[in-house]
């Protein structure tokens, strides 16, 4: 019988067995008689190690005619090693040669950020670039099974959309069918309104596109949005519903990717913190009063700078909520809070540690009235949110819903200071390729 | 204490307490001193019974005033009552109007597609609309799910794209910030063979656009796929892994979605032989002779039409599987059969029932010259595959994967025969609204 084929995530079923593994080599080093190749297989990283003397001739040839990136099949004996990285070693009996690789571009020197994002497709293959994918993967599993098991109805909003959310400066336009202009969509909240009066509690969760001339390291063109939107749910029952998700996803990503976060060297012990609830609010305007009393130059009415986000959100150890903003700064569509109608029932959720904005929410206006003046007065062409506008008329109901772009919450979790390294292809505004 | 705030879906644990439902006014009929109401609030339907002697002049004032769609927080007894729809029925004490809708569009007589179209935002609120998108929504986060539990990292292939998968007819083009063309990726594909490199087991699963001027029941130019791609796995084991895949998600779905399948009045003892694996698997020139056998006009060497598959899936209980496709009718980065090098080894699994191709797939050529040859054969532009050409460059591997559009799943799943129903906002070649 063959040796069972197995990947690095298996290695400790298999302790003491004959293996085959395949992947590529990462890493090797020689000495003397040795040869040592760090194997990566897409699960992990496994040392190989062949000892001349205790190898046919043409193992030992093949071993020695490896290069980083060859395509290999090794087997050897797997040894529990205690000071082998990842606590196991293959003493390798056999390699089957799958290609040889040329030399290969990324090498251990530094290179530019252009460089690295010119080689996407390879500079994933790296230690850390593959740990920010695992980290991604999983929580976007998370965010779906949080819906999932709450008993949301995944509902996937348009790509292609005739109008726009917030206004047509940022948006990419494609013709369609030489009859219309169409839209890659900022959001999907306005087809969720109507789902949600149609299933109760529902969510999307795609991509959205910016045509934002921002060259920012917080700003990407194409990024997934992950937005909920909840029958009958008030703006306090949102607050707790922003709290409960974070809390949720970043434990389980802390859980799960203990191995990727190691990788990435991410201190775990400042994420903890926003596992545990409740997380601190604060009103808009003593937001103001305590960024004024910092130092920041923000006046009562403005929106928050980049800057104003930071030093606010480094006064807490876990996301801090800031709550109710000037109606004014705020999209459209929110409800006016009765307590004082120049505000908004809008909430944006700041991550620590300079993390910025993660999630923005709001209360949704129930009032056709009030939906018919805001469309007016944003200049914004009424048939085009007839049907939007539907959702006031039959049976208008009061629900809530936020939008929390992943790729911050990736950068935040990872703590990799630029958005570029959290997408698998990133798209900046002078970055289309690969 | 007032009483507990419940949705439909909870029924079952309330029974014979006093208990608060939100939702709309689904349907009402009047006799006598009876109105009875039928409440939907997202989750499911409740009879709700308001009996004019029992009740406070206003609760019945209230009652009376009610129409179809209006939104409504109502009160009263749960009881477990055998001959009411569901098994429940409300002896109302309350009812809180939220709003009194106008007359609603979409009334009992028989709508035309387009009307119904234009309404979508409402057309979601009927109980067909609500089932389909509720066994889209399951669907979904089963084929997540079989890919989270098999160790898959998920990877977000980009939309916007600086070159195309296959040829650029039916893409979408949109300016990107006046420096070039960007194209809305029609699969993620070709990113995903890189990604396998790096990370072993990678899937895709987002929109996918074809800007295809076909007005046909089974096409969208929206729509979801979801795209695995395995590396070291050979043409057999893609075989095995459609299988897996499509057993497990129909079982799920037929397990999950017991009530909505029944409300789409679905035989599922047609799905239930797809739960079961082996599927038959046929070799395309063996299809073509059957195909012959059977009056078709089809020869060897062409593609299938709609027809040709229908016909041909008709011949069995489950999904089909044929195999080795000549060459020339499939994509150009697909592996040659070794056996026969004028086939490829690529395999189209067609649902029965005439639901038609719902995956297809191949081994991928892990060739670098063969793949150049077919880049210069089919006029594509080699710079714009350089980064693809190096996943064969450094370290070359065999990999395999496959592609599913989710709404052909879903029509099939549901048993409706036209794609614009599978989707919340479909978008169709003359359809951009809402």
Chains 1, 2 share one sequence.
Not at 28 to 50: A, S
Request: aromatic share 10%; with cysteine; hydrophobic share 40%.
């Amino acid at each position: 019988m063959p040796p069972a084929v197995i990947t690095i995530a298996e290695l400790a079923a298999h302790a003491g067995e004959t293996v085959t593994l395949r992947g590529w080599v990462y890493n090797w080093r020689k000495k003397g008689k040795l040869r040592f190749i760090i194997l990566r297989d897409g699960f992990g990283y496994l040392q190989c190690v062949v000892f001349e003397p205790e190898v046919d001739p043409a193992v030992w040839e093949a071993a020695v005619a490896l290069t980083q990136e060859s395509s290999v099949v090794v087997t050897g004996t797997l040894v529990a090693d205690e000071r082998a990285p990842g606590g196991y070693e293959l003493k390798v009996t056999g390699i089957e040669t799958i290609q040889v690789a040329p030399e290969y571009p990324i090498g251990k020197k530094d290179h530019g950020p252009d460089f690295l994002l010119n080689h996407r497709h390879l500079w994933l293959r790296s230690r850390r670039q593959h740990a920010i994918m695992r980290v991604r993967s999983e929580l976007s599993q998370a965010i779906r099974d949080f819906f999932y098991s709450r008993s949301y109805t995944l509902i996937d909003s348009p790509i292609l959309t005739p109008a726009a959310a917030e206004g047509t400066s940022s948006l990419f336009e494609t013709d369609y069918f030489g009859e219309a202009k169409a839209y890659l969509s900022q959001s999907g909240q306005l087809y969720l309104e109507p789902a949600a009066a149609a299933l109760g509690k529902v969510y999307c969760f795609g991509p959205t596109f910016r045509a934002e001339k921002s060259k920012t390291r917080r700003h990407l063109t194409e990024f997934w949005m992950v937005e909920p939107e909840v029958a009958w749910l008030r703006f306090d029952g949102l607050l707790d519903l922003c709290e409960e998700f974070l809390a949720e996803i970043v434990a389980r990503v802390i859980d799960r990717c203990r191995v990727d976060l190691e990788r990435l060297e991410r201190d775990t012990t400042k994420l903890e913190p926003a596992t545990r609830r409740p997380y601190p609010r604060i009103d808009y305007g003593d937001a103001i009063v305590k960024l004024q009393s910092l130092g920041q130059q923000i006046q009562f009415g403005g929106d928050f700078g980049g800057d104003d986000e930071t030093v606010l959100a480094e006064q807490y150890d876990r996301p801090v909520m800031v709550t109710r903003y000037p109606a004014q700064v705020k999209a459209f569509y929110m409800q006016l809070d009765p307590a004082d109608p120049i505000r908004a029932l809008a909430v944006d959720v700041l991550a620590p540690e300079g993390y910025g904005e993660i999630i923005g929410g709001s209360e949704r206006s129930d009032s056709l009235e009030h939906l018919e003046r805001q469309i007016a007065a944003h200049g914004l062409p009424r048939e085009a949110y007839e049907w939007y506008l539907d959702v006031r008329k039959y049976g208008s109901f009061p629900h809530s819903g936020f939008g929390m772009g992943i790729e911050r919450c990736v950068a935040w979790l990872c703590g990799v200071p630029h958005l570029r390294e959290t997408s698998p292809f990133p798209r900046l505004i002078n970055r289309l390729y690969p």
